[in-house]
């Protein structure tokens, strides 16, 4: 039976594809008190020490390069946990590293939008550029290639990732050109977001400290430009059309604010504005914006009132010349198709 990282055997199990975890190299920088200490201060933001473990794993990465047998001890002895406790949480999610990862980590969506759209010819390329396979790292050292599933991005399909900053709309030619700079010691500009730094700068960040030099620095890095137009496309056709959100329901006057543990009243309460519910008014907004009589019909079908005619605040319902549910001819139109009739 395999064993668990930082176990006796220096080799392990390592989770869902029962990779080897890498014993430690010879010239990997050991886990300094120093180390130890930024552990301590991670641990005391949380109520429950052990739930510091994740970014404790993010911090052995960020000395070491991958959680290495070294790092899961430390872990499991400022946490009061076992080895295999923390090996089990290590190998479980991808972001944990079993083997020394290169100074940047490549990740090509090959999920379904990002593949039909080229991101499986991406991978490949890079794969024989770096003649490397799926979380291996090239042979000079500068990148580990992995394929990921859906990055979050499908709007900016195909989509790579360097150390999880994003390049956007890639093709073939364009990640090679990324790649080959990469390994040329430059750092080209993520297409949005922070400036890319390398696998183990932000990792540190993922840890919860700070990479950056100074304020001025950390505020450029959050504040950095982007083109970031497919995402507000939903935005803009919204102001276009003059639509907007359900108004935020009002927040209950302190003297009756639920006791913790409770579900939040304003769920279930009139907001005040229309006599109706959040949900009802949600669903009347839900309706109102149907594009199509089809999307209508199926907001209308989801609305929690289904007697009532969707789209308008309760005072105004069966107001002017509009017939009530009850004298709707029997045509099969949704009650709202036949309003706007
Ligand atoms: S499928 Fe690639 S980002 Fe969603």
Redesign the pocket.
């Known amino acids: 039976m395999s064993a668990l990282p930082g176990s006796a055997e220096g080799t392990a199990v390592t989770g869902l594809d029962s990779s080897p975890v890498e014993p430690a190299a010879a010239d990997l920088p050991p886990l300094t008190e120093q180390v130890r200490l930024e552990a301590r201060e991670i641990i005391a933001r949380y109520p429950q020490p052990r739930s510091a473990l994740l970014p404790m794993l993010h911090l052995v990465q960020s000395h070491q390069g991958y959680v290495t047998p070294e790092g899961v001890a430390l872990c499991a002895e400022e946490l009061g946990l076992t080895k295999a406790e923390v090996g089990a949480v290590a190998t479980f999610y991808t972001m944990y590293k079993r083997r020394p990862t290169g100074r940047h980590l490549v990740s090509v ?1 090959t ?4 593949a039909v759209l080229g ?1 499986q010819r991406i991978f490949d390329a890079l794969s024989r550029d770096l003649g490397v396979h799926h979380d291996e790292t090239a042979a000079d050292g500068s990148v580990t290639l992995e394929h990921a599933e ?5 709007d900016y ?3 790579v990732t360097v150390d999880y900053e994003f390049y956007d709309q890639q093709d073939v030619d364009s990640a090679r050109e990324l790649v080959a700079a990469l390994r040329r010691g430059e750092k080209p500009h993520p297409t949005r977001g922070a400036p890319l730094t390398d696998f183990r700068g932000v990792s540190r960040q993922l840890a919860g400290f700070d990479q950056y030099g100074g304020e001025a620095a950390r505020a450029a890095a959050v504040d950095a430009e982007g083109a970031i137009g497919p995402t507000l496309a939903g935005l803009r056709l919204a102001a276009e059309r003059g639509e907007s959100a359900p108004p935020m329901p009002p927040r209950p006057p302190a003297d009756e604010a639920e006791p913790a543990g409770t579900e939040p009243r304003e769920a279930t309460r009139p907001s005040g504005r229309t006599g109706e519910t959040p949900e009802e008014e949600a669903a009347d907004a839900r309706v109102a914006a149907a594009d199509n009589p089809a999307e209508r019909a199926g907001a209308a079908q989801a609305h929690p009132d289904k007697g009532a005619e969707y789209g308008q605040p309760r005072g105004r319902q069966h107001a002017g010349t509009e017939n009530p549910p009850a004298a709707e001819p029997a045509t099969g139109t949704t009650p709202t198709e036949s309003k706007e009739s």
């Open positions: 969506c999920n379904t939008l990002c991101g859906c990055l979050a991005a499908c399909a195909p989509v």
